[in-house]
C-alpha cells in the first residue's frame, strides 16, 4: 500500500513539473503530448485491458482535436470538440463525452488541472436499446446447435450459460474450473478487479470435460489454432458473428448479446434479481434491473378494455 503511494505521488509530482515546464520558460522541454501522457496513464491505472483501450480511443480522439496540455484546455475548446462529434451515433458521442469528463474531473481532483471545465458539458440522453440486443430462447438455442465447431459450441454455451464477458471468456484457463457434485464451476476475473464463482449446469459442464483433453491447468480452455494461446476478442465476435448469420438471427450480434439473453432469460424464468446480479457480477443491481424493464412481463395496458 505504502509503495503504491509512493509511486502515485512521485507521478503527481511529475506531472506537476511538466506543466510548469510547458507553461513556463525552461530548459526543459516537455510537449503536450508528454504532459498529457502522464495524467492520462493515472487516470487508466488499475483499470482492465479492454477498459484502457477503449478510454484511449475516446480521448486520443479529444487530444488529437486540441493538440495542447490538458490544463489548457478551456470551455471554448471542449465545446468545438463537442460539435465537431456530429459524424458519430449518440451513443458513441456519450461514451467519448463520458470519458473526456472523467479524465477532466480526475486531473482536477488531484489538484493538476486548475478547472474542470467538463462540468459545463451535459453528456447527451441516449436511447436504451437494451431490449433490441436481447435473442429470444429459441434464437439461442438455433444459434449453437447449428455451430459445426466442437471448440465454438462450448464457447457459445459457456457464453450464455455463465453470462460470461467476452474478455472473462478468453482469459480462462483450465485450472479456474471445478468439478461441483454432478455441477461444474468456473472462476472469473472480472471486471474492476472482481472474482467470482459461476455453478454450471451439468450437460455445459460435460462438454467442457470433453473438450478439455489431455490439457494442462495452465493451458487456455479456448485456444487459439493460430500458436494454441488464448483466443482474443476479436476472433470471439467473428465466431458469435458467423453462428448468428448461420442462425438468421439479424443485428450487429456480439458475444455480449448471450451475457443479456442469459440475465432476461433467467429472470423470465423466476431467478431471484440478487442472484442475477451475482452470477453476471454487477455492482449494482441497478444494472440488473433494467432486464426487468426491457422485457417486462406484465403492464398496466393488459388491464385496460379491449
Not at 438455442?141 to 455451430?147: G, S, V
Amino acid at each position: 500500500m505504502h509503495h503504491k503511494l509512493l509511486q502515485w505521488c512521485i507521478l503527481i509530482l511529475a506531472l506537476l513539473l511538466s506543466i510548469n515546464a510547458v507553461s513556463e520558460t525552461s530548459t526543459v522541454e516537455v510537449t503536450p503530448a508528454q504532459a498529457n501522457e502522464r495524467l492520462l496513464a493515472m487516470w487508466l491505472d488499475g483499470h482492465s485491458a479492454h477498459t484502457v483501450d477503449s478510454y484511449r480511443r475516446a480521448v486520443g480522439r479529444f487530444l488529437d482535436y486540441v493538440n495542447k496540455p490538458l490544463h489548457l484546455v478551456t470551455l471554448a475548446d471542449l465545446q468545438l470538440w463537442r460539435a465537431s462529434l456530429n459524424d458519430l451515433a449518440p451513443s458513441s458521442v456519450a461514451t467519448v463525452l463520458a470519458a473526456v469528463k472523467s479524465l477532466l474531473s480526475f486531473g482536477y481532483q488531484l489538484g493538476v488541472l486548475p478547472t474542470n471545465v467538463g462540468t459545463a458539458i451535459k453528456t447527451p440522453k441516449v436511447k436504451d436499446t437494451l431490449n433490441e440486443r436481447i435473442l429470444s430462447e429459441s434464437e439461442v438455442t438455433t444459434l449453437i446447435t447449428l455451430e459445426p465447431s466442437e471448440r465454438n459450441r462450448v464457447m457459445l454455451r459457456l457464453l450464455y450459460a455463465g453470462g460470461l464477458r467476452v474478455s472473462e471468456l478468453c482469459a480462462l484457463k483450465w485450472r479456474d474450473l471445478k468439478p461441483r457434485h454432478q455441477l461444474g464451476q468456473v472462476t472469473v476475473f472480472g471486471k474492476g478487479g472482481k472474482t467470482r464463482t459461476v455453478l454450471l449446469p451439468q450437460g455445459v459442464w460435460e462438454e467442457l470435460c470433453q473438450l478439455k483433453g489431455s490439457s494442462l491447468p495452465n493451458d487456455a480452455v479456448f485456444r487459439s489454432r493460430q500458436g494454441g494461446g488464448h483466443l482474443d476478442r476479436s476472433q470471439v465476435y467473428r465466431i458469435v458473428k458467423a453462428a448468428a448469420k448461420r442462425a438468421s438471427i439479424e443485428g450487429n450480434v456480439s458475444p455480449h448479446w448471450l451475457r443479456h439473453a442469459h440475465a432476461s432469460h433467467s429472470l423470465d424464468r423466476g431467478a431471484p434479481l440478487h442472484l442475477v446480479q451475482a452470477t453476471l457480477g454487477h455492482s449494482s443491481v441497478a444494472t440488473t434491473e433494467r432486464y426487468l424493464h426491457a422485457r417486462p412481463n406484465d403492464s398496466s395496458a393488459m388491464y385496460l378494455p379491449g
